[in-house]
């Protein structure tokens, strides 16, 4: 339908830009794809490479194999470590089982980790600001577990000891709600004045970005819809972010199907976003069905242009390489 023929029902979409796929989760889903170009099926993953159940299941349907853990994959084969980023004895596991590891822990993980082993050589106590359990926060506190003890949310700040209050440092997950961690910063702070910030942002800018435009278009939107999975980190504050910011309801859906009519019944503008492990097909397939009924009108409300890329990591590039000098 051309946008002439577009029947005016009033009813309208704010699509958030950015949105989706990071430089991050693009590299780490490249790297599975090349990896079974170039080494064959099945390559192992230890955990989601991203967390999204579509781009796991396209995967896998490609001879991708997911495993929780190293133990699982046969000795000698290709392991790649997901996005989140491992913690140093997984990659001693990986040696002793004389496994080919390829790392696709996102570029900016690993900058939080080289953060951690800075601070834990110079014997400060590390407070990691993230969720408990979620896999990154499991590998960035694996590099030093005697420094560092995890805060939860303001929340969790009245049961931080510290041995010297004059040698603390705040680090945190890349994929948490920016106003939340600012507000529990604040709060420890109030307990340790001398409290020292990472060098720089831990918050990646992908989840800076994605909610800074969520923000925008919320406070104009009946129905925020985040598109994401459940164990998505950044796709599930997304939801948040746009309830606080005014939306007056929100729903995480990992697929069009999932979005319930009812949702839509007197609402005029419907804001769509999606995580950082989401491929735009889900979002188109979501603008689809809200066509469907009745919300053909988008306006895309673009509040930054990301251009980051990170290249495939060395060991794979410097395979692919040799691949090719074989090939002549
Ligand atoms: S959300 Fe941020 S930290 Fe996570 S993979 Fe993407 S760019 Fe990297």
Known sequence: MTEAETPRTGKRVLLANPRGYCAGVDRAVQTVEEALKLYGAPIYVRKQIVHNKHVVHTLEAQGAIFVEENEEVPEGATVI????????????????????????????????HHEARRFAAQDYDILLIGHEGHEEVIGTAGEAPAHIQLVD??????????????KVVWLSQTTLSVDETLETVARLKQRLPLLQSPPSDDICYA?????????????????????????????VRLVEVALDAGARAGHLVDFAHEIDDAWLTG??????????????????????????RGFADVEEITTADERLTFSLPQELKRDMKAAVAARG
């Not at 609402?267 to 397939?285: F, H, I, K, N």
């Open 81 to 112: 470590f997901s996005a989140h980023g491992v913690a140093p004895e997984v990659y001693e596991q990986a040696r002793e089982r004389s496994l080919r590891a390829i790392d696709a822990t996102c570029p900016l993980v690993t900058k939080v």
């Open 153 to 166: 949310g303001p929340d969790s700040v009245d049961q931080v000891t510290v041995r010297d209050p004059e």
């Open 207 to 235: 989840t800076s970005n994605r909610q800074h435009v969520v923000k925008e278009i919320a406070p104009e939107c009946d129905v925020v819809i985040v598109v994401g999975s459940r164990n998505s980190s950044n796709s």
């Open 267 to 292: 609402a005029r503008t419907v804001g769509v976003t999606s995580g950082a492990s989401v491929p735009d097909e889900l979002v188109q397939q979501v603008l689809a069905r809200l066509a469907e």
